[in-house]
Every structure is written in C-alpha cells, then in structure tokens.
C-alpha cells in the first residue's frame, strides 16, 4: 500500500526506530522527547528512555528504575522499579508522569507494582509515588493510558485489561477510585472484530484481540472526557466535573456518559488547541482527524496513511504543535505469529504539517 496523504498533503517522518515494542512518547515543553518500552517480554532491557538528539535512548530516571526483570523479580522491590511501563505523558508544568500497570506480558499484576510516578523534570528525580491498590488496579487490570487536568489536580486513566474501567485520581490528595466498571462505555463491542492486513487478528489459540477502554484524550478546556475501546468503534464522552463528584455510584455516573459518534477501531487519541480528535486507525494503517464541534455525527477523515503505520499507537504533541505517534508493530508480535522474534523494530513519528 502507497502512502497517502490528506488534509494540505500532511507527510510522516521517521524520527527514530527502536529494537524492541515502543508504546508511548511524550514531548516536554521545552522540547525533551520520551519514549517507553511495557515489558510485554523479557528481553526488554529499558522501560522508560529519554530520546536525545542523536537518537541515543537513555534510561530515565536512572539506570536503577529500568533495573527490573521478571527473572529476579523476588530480589527487587516493584514500588521503586519500572515493571511493564506502558505510558509517559508530560504534564506541561515541570513534570514527567510515568504510568506502570506492572502486568509483565499483559498478565498477571506484579503485588505492590501498579502506580502512577512523577518526575521532576529539572532535577531529573522521582517527586511523587501514587500506588494503586486492588480498589483501583485488581486482578486482570491493565491501566493503559493517563491524560491530566489543565491545573494539574486530576488525573484521569483508562483501563483495557479484562474488565474496563477509567480511573479517577485527585492528586491533590493522593487517592484513586475506579469508576464505570464494566460499564458498556468501557468494555469491548461484541460485534467488533479487530482486523489488520486485511484479516482478523487472532492468537494460536483462536482469541481475538479484545482490548477494553484504551485511548483516551482531554480537550484543551478541561470540561469534557472522551476514551472508547480498542475492540470497537464508538467513541464516548463525559463532563469531567461529574467525575470529581465521588459520592455518585457508577448507575449515577453511567447516566452522564454520551455516545459521541463513530472513531471505528482505534489505540490511540489526541486533542489539539483548534477542537480537532486524531485518532490512531489501526486496521488501516492510518492517521485520521475530526472535527469535535461537528457533533457525534461527525466523521473521521483520513490524514495519513502509510504502510509503515503498522499499529499506530500513541499521540504527543511537542510545544511547536508537531504531533508524534508511535508504530508499535502489534500484529508482528509472537503473540499472533508464532516464531516471530520477541524483539520487534518499532518506529517513532512525527506528522508534518497537520490538519488546518
């Protein structure tokens, strides 16, 4: 497949590639780029990096938080490790947030690992450790992706494991509670067969892909939520002021939910300054962009397409308004083809220049 491009004729870039399965990239304010690696095998020898220039990866904070491996998981301490990272997201104030659901192959939760750990971006060092109990992160969970409030006192997660869910965190007090689980909002579609290469993706064994809540993204005010699974099409919203209410059980807060039209299949979700939802279409290795003031009937459009999009993943915008993704190559994991390698070249991206 040629690459295609819409939208003013947006090109994609290689910005760097990487030897094992990236997930997530965030750019700082100042322009710091960070890329992490979830240890969805064991060959995986860093966790969270910071991408310098001349493409080199250095483990961040230290070498001692990437020091983890499951192999000698009793001679370590998961609360100060990274054990399987699967997102980074600057906050725009100073800080790095690093989000460890701490399930090594996307299995079964390491005790004490799930957490939510700030980084001072000055100093280079952890400032701040919110760890999540069972309440938050139970068995079976996989907290996926974080997105934060404009003045930095919420912290809003989704959850694809097992049983989806979003995860509400007032930080200024530290606490978390797991809110609309197994809410239709955040579980997989049933009628939603997740494709790549233009047939369903399955396992050995015959399971499809079925990822609950997934994307995830903020508008630029702070008032409204959007997130959908990645096994589906429909994407949903909800006023973030009802999520800070916690005296509300999950059959109140399920009444505030709305359907905001169709993304079709898709990991990854983003928001820009102009009202404008990109979304990572996977199935089509593609880029696709909508107009949020179109209303739910608003139709994804194609901004990019490009063969080397296998598995579009995650969005960061950097402080010039550049838009990054990643490509982390799931369907080429041995997950799916047995006898592939565990080490899978990824690529990092950035699209220029975006939708007007």
Same mark, same amino acid.
Not at 144 to 167: E, I, K, M, Q
Not at 180 to 203: A, C, I, M
Not at 286 to 302: E, F, I
Not at 333 to 354: A, D, I
């Given at each position: ?26 750019? +700082? ?8 690696? =979830?240890?969805?095998? %064991? ?15 250095? =483990?961040? =904070?230290?070498? !001692? ?16 490790? #990274? ?15 690093v989000l460890d659901p701490a399930a090594p192959a996307t299995s079964h939760l390491v005790p004490g690992g799930a957490k939510l750990v700030q980084i001072d971006l000055a100093s280079d060092r952890v400032t701040r450790t ?5 309440? $938050? *992160? ?15 006192? #919420? ?6 494991? *097992?049983?989806?869910?979003? $995860?509400?965190?007032?930080?200024? !007090? ?14 997989? %579609?049933?009628?939603?067969?997740? %494709? ?11 399971? /499809? ?22 096994? /589906? @099409? ?21 009444? @505030? ?10 990991? /990854? ?10 979304? +990572? ?20 459009? $194609?901004?990019?397409?490009?063969? @080397?999009?296998?598995? =579009? ?13 990643? *490509? ?6 041995? #997950? ?7 080490? $899978? ?12």
């Amino acid at each position: 497949m040629a690459a295609t491009m819409q939208e003013g004729q947006t090109t994609l870039e290689e910005v760097a590639t990487f030897e094992h399965q990236v997930t997530g990239v965030t750019v +700082t304010e100042t322009g710091r780029l960070f890329v992490n690696f =979830p240890r969805w095998s %064991e060959d995986a020898p860093i966790s969270v990096a910071e991408l310098r220039g001349d493409g080199e990866l250095v =483990p961040y =904070p230290d070498v !001692r938080w990437n020091a983890w491996r499951n192999a000698r998981k009793n001679q370590m301490t998961p609360h100060d490790h #990274w054990v399987c990272v699967q997102s980074v997201v600057a906050d725009g104030r100073g800080s790095l947030w690093v989000l460890d659901p701490a399930a090594p192959a996307t299995s079964h939760l390491v005790p004490g690992g799930a957490k939510l750990v700030q980084i001072d971006l000055a100093s280079d060092r952890v400032t701040r450790t919110i760890a999540f109990d069972e309440s $938050v *992160a139970p068995e079976g969970s996989y907290l996926n992706d974080v997105r934060f409030s404009p003045d930095g006192r #919420w912290a809003y997660l989704t959850d694809s494991g *097992a049983v989806g869910a979003l $995860v509400v965190v007032d930080l200024e !007090r530290g606490r978390a509670r797991r809110v609309l689980h197994r809410h239709p909002s955040t579980q997989p %579609e049933k009628d939603v067969t997740v %494709e790549t290469d233009g047939k369903p993706l399955r396992r050995p064994d015959g399971r /499809g892909a079925e990822f609950a809540a997934d994307g995830i993204a903020l508008a630029r005010d702070g008032r409204h939520l959007y997130w959908q699974a990645l096994t /589906g @099409r429909t994407c949903y919203r909800i006023e973030t002021a009802a999520l800070h209410d916690d005296s509300p059980d999950d059959a109140a807060l399920a009444d @505030r939910v709305e359907r905001y039209g169709q993304n079709g299949v898709s990991d /990854g979700l983003w928001i820009d300054a102009g009202g404008r939802l990109y979304l +990572t279409a996977l199935q089509e290795n593609a880029v696709k962009v909508r107009d949020l003031a179109d209303g739910p009937d608003g139709a994804p459009r $194609v901004l990019v397409q490009d063969e @080397r999009l296998r598995w =579009p993943d995650t969005f960061s915008e950097g402080p010039d308004g550049t838009l990054y993704v990643t *490509a982390s190559h799931i369907m080429d994991m041995p #997950w799916y083809v047995p006898g592939n390698p565990p080490q $899978v070249r990824t690529t990092l991206f950035r699209l220029s220049p975006r939708a007007p």
